[in-house]
């Protein structure tokens, strides 16, 4: 049922797309049953192949030959083929499967688990990328249904939060910074107060966070425990600890997948380097088909290539112990500047934006006192209330929290009771009251 019930939902955006979804699933358990019988690399590159072509062909091809066009002034026409949903997800996600079972580190499962691995439903659409062994065993569980009124209650409870996060948040940042952003896009002049109103880092925030909280709580609803993909990364004290606390899975999936085959850091600092940047130059790429997407990944490898440089010569940190509090407000506004090629239409939109940020174009008028509310209400939100994995620490499976424990929050933690029923009960309906217009989660797009 649950299997039947996450196909209709992927469905239910375009069911053509369920075959693309289908094709993925038949073909790569196919080649994972030969790798495992086999043990032969070219099984395993050719799955890699097929997968890299699937995400090349829907998400790359059209800027592929538009990058063509440009360069040699050919008049190749575009396809027009939409994105299907989830394809970048999914994509790794097989990936990770067949090189696992090459590695022995899983084995191909029956027809039907392999199917509600890659369709699960909470996870699907942004994540977290799951490793096959980290949920195939929980296929089998018997004991999922003498937990009902924990898993439902632990899981519900970090659903509304997250729900809350996105519609209460999230959603009533994003106009001011979608004016920001698209008034640069048009060409106008944006001031120095209204670029740095910091609306779409915590929009962004807000966003992600909200929907891997609904994912971690929708599954729990079920009895499956999904591997936490946010864990406060606005408090991370470097570029490296952010990269461990944001979209912890694709972090993981990168450095297994292609920063350790690639030779990690066995080859010296400088060949560490190279191996980051190019890593993050992939990963942006991944984000989106744009070259925008390209320079905000190139930009952080190079920050992380420069803090694996200071961490070996100044292993205590750049910051004497009193002053130690300054690497996270430097960290933050090195993501906030970076996130503008993120979220800026063109390299001209960028471009406006970081001009307005180092105050070429003045301070601006002060027309809307709102932004600056929602950012102090951010702030507060962010750095002086406990993160969600942190709150429900004592309430989630290990399979959760796996490599977080040391990062985790001290302090109040999550307490069935009336009070907190009634509290989050409350959150939930004020929360789906504001939920009425469509405003899709920033992760969709990829």
């Known amino acids: ?29 196919f080649l994972a049953i030969e790798i495992a ?17 699937l995400i ?3 998400k790359y091809l059209e800027f592929a030959i538009g990058n063509v066009n440009t360069i040699t002034g050919a008049e190749i026409p575009l396809q027009g083929l939409p994105l299907p949903l989830a394809i970048s997800f999914f994509t790794f996600q097989q990936i990770s499967y067949l090189v696992d079972v090459s590695r022995k580190q899983t084995e191909p499962g029956a027809w039907l688990n392999q199917t509600l691995f890659v369709a699960f439903f909470p996870q699907l659409i942004a994540g977290p990328i799951v490793r096959h062994s980290q949920i195939s065993d929980q296929f089998a569980d018997t004991e999922r249904k003498d937990n009902l009124a924990d898993n439902l209650g632990v899981g519900a409870s970090i659903c509304a939060i997250g729900l809350a996060k996105k519609v209460l948040l999230a959603d009533n940042l994003e106009p001011y910074a979608s004016s920001a952003f698209d008034a640069a896009a048009d060409g106008a002049t944006v001031g120095f107060l209204e670029a740095w109103a910091l609306s779409y880092s915590f929009q962004i925030f807000f966003d992600f966070s909200g929907y891997s909280d609904m994912a971690l709580g929708l599954a729990r609803m079920f009895g499956f425990h999904l591997p936490a993909n946010f864990n406060a990364p606005y408090r991370a004290r470097s570029i490296v600890d952010f990269w461990h ?11 297994d997948y292609l920063y ?22 992939l990963g942006g790429l991944w984000h989106g ?37 300054i690497s996270p407000i430097l960290t933050f506004l090195f993501v906030t500047v970076a996130w503008v090629f993120f979220r800026a239409e063109n390299f001209a939109a960028a471009g406006e934006m970081l001009s307005a940020m180092v105050y070429v174009n ?19 939100i962010i ?12 309430a989630l499976d290990p399979r959760t929290l796996e490599g977080l424990q040391s990062d985790l929050q001290k302090g109040s933690r999550w307490k069935p009771g009336i009070g907190t029923a009634i509290g989050l009960a409350s959150l939930f309906f004020f929360a789906i009251i504001n939920s009425w217009t469509v405003a899709e989660f920033i992760y969709y797009q990829f």
């Open 383 to 394: 750095w002086r209330l406990p993160d969600t994995i942190s709150l429900f620490q004592n």
């Open 1 to 29: 049922m649950l299997t039947v019930a996450s196909l209709v939902f992927y469905g239910w955006w375009n069911p053509i797309y369920l075959g693309i979804l289908g094709a993925s699933i038949i073909i790569n358990q």
């Open 362 to 380: 003045g301070f601006g008028p002060l027309t809307n006192d709102e932004p600056f509310i929602g950012a102090v209400l951010s702030r507060l």
């Open 56 to 58: 090349g062909v829907f």
């Open 245 to 255: 606390r944001w979209h912890i899975t694709l972090s993981r999936f990168l450095r």
């Open 260 to 281: 350790i085959p690639l030779g990690g850091n066995r080859h010296g600092q400088f060949r560490l380097g190279v191996n980051v940047a190019l890593v993050m130059l």
């Open 37 to 53: 019988k086999q043990r032969n690399k070219h099984w395993l590159t050719g799955g890699i192949v097929f997968n890299l072509a």
């Open 289 to 325: 088909a744009a070259w925008t997407f390209v320079v905000w990944g190139g930009i952080h490898g190079l920050a992380l290539a420069w803090c694996h440089w200071l961490n070996r010569v100044r292993p205590d940190g750049l910051f004497a112990p009193g002053f130690k509090w």
